[in-house]
Nanobody, 113 residues
């Protein structure tokens, strides 16, 4: 059974940093992308940053130069620097294959002004 468990969310002041972690357990074959999405209050879930297998990374324009997605074996990270109040959201870890979309339960990030 595949499980994605996020950690590292919390409350931070604007300009601060947080690092999110996502521990991926279980067997997953033919991964296309691994990364992070987010849902801000009153908005739809959107891409934040992903690692594309064999093709680098992809970032939302709003987080470029501030966020960095990385992977170390079965853990995916999101380093978030220079955080802004508009980064406040629930952040979801995602692993996508050709057939399946796996999601974590989400971790809350709140940035105060």
């Amino acid at each position: 059974q595949v499980q994605l468990v996020e950690s590292g969310g919390g409350l931070v002041q604007a300009g601060g940093s947080l690092r999110l972690s996502c521990l991926v357990s279980g067997r997953i074959f033919s991964i296309n992308t691994m990364g992070w999405y987010r849902r801000a209050p009153g908005k739809q879930r959107e891409l934040a940053a992903t690692i594309i297998t064999g093709a680098g990374t992809n970032y939302a324009d709003s987080v470029k130069e501030r966020f960095t997605v990385s992977r170390d074996r079965n853990t995916v990270y999101l380093q978030m620097n220079s955080l802004k109040p508009e980064d406040t959201a629930i952040y979801y870890c995602n692993v996508r294959t050709a057939r399946y979309d796996y999601w974590g339960q989400g971790t809350q990030v709140t940035v105060s002004s």
